[in-house]
């Protein structure tokens, strides 16, 4: 495997390998983790649910993550995604108004239909999602010696 030096690729080229690692991730976690309540959605509606944040959260957590494990990105590069995401997640007002429960439920009708307001009552629950999902792994490989990780 060719290991790539961090002005090999754009940071747009760098987004959109994200988004297929998040989307790729998705897949499978999803599959694997699905309740069996959530086989009978119907898709031509807006379901509300409060697991998103785990779905979307989770999968978030491993958008760059994936990337420095192949090593298209340099921890650098990564460390510098990580921050954003705590920044997104720490400017907002709305991160100590609303649970990753409630952000997830509220999805169709406040996340998705933002107003000026939004940053002072929502949290998205993809950057926070992620953030516990960061705070689980970390945990996880302290209680086991780093014998056991999320994912």
Not at 53 to 66: A, P
Not at 88 to 113: C, H, I, M, N
Request: a neutral charge; glycine letters at 2%; hydrophobic letters at 40%.
């Amino acid at each position: 495997m060719t290991v790539l030096n961090e002005h090999d690729i754009t940071p747009e080229y760098t987004r959109f390998l994200a988004l297929c690692s998040h989307e790729y991730f998705y897949a499978w976690w999803i599959k694997t983790i699905k309740p069996a309540s959530f086989h009978q959605l119907d898709l031509n509606a807006e379901n509300y649910i409060q697991q998103l944040w785990i779905f979307e959260g989770f999968t978030s957590y491993y958008d760059e993550l994936s990337l420095l494990r192949f090593q298209i990105l340099t921890p650098k590069q990564y460390l510098t995604f990580f921050a954003q995401t705590i920044t997104r997640v720490q400017q907002p007002k709305g991160r100590k108004k609303q649970s990753l429960a409630e952000s997830s439920y509220d999805t169709w009708t406040k996340f998705y239909k933002q107003d000026e307001n939004a940053p002072n009552v929502i949290v998205s629950y993809y950057t926070k999602g992620a953030l516990l999902a960061f705070v689980i792994d970390i945990h996880i490989r302290q209680c086991t010696n780093d014998k056991a990780f999320f994912g």
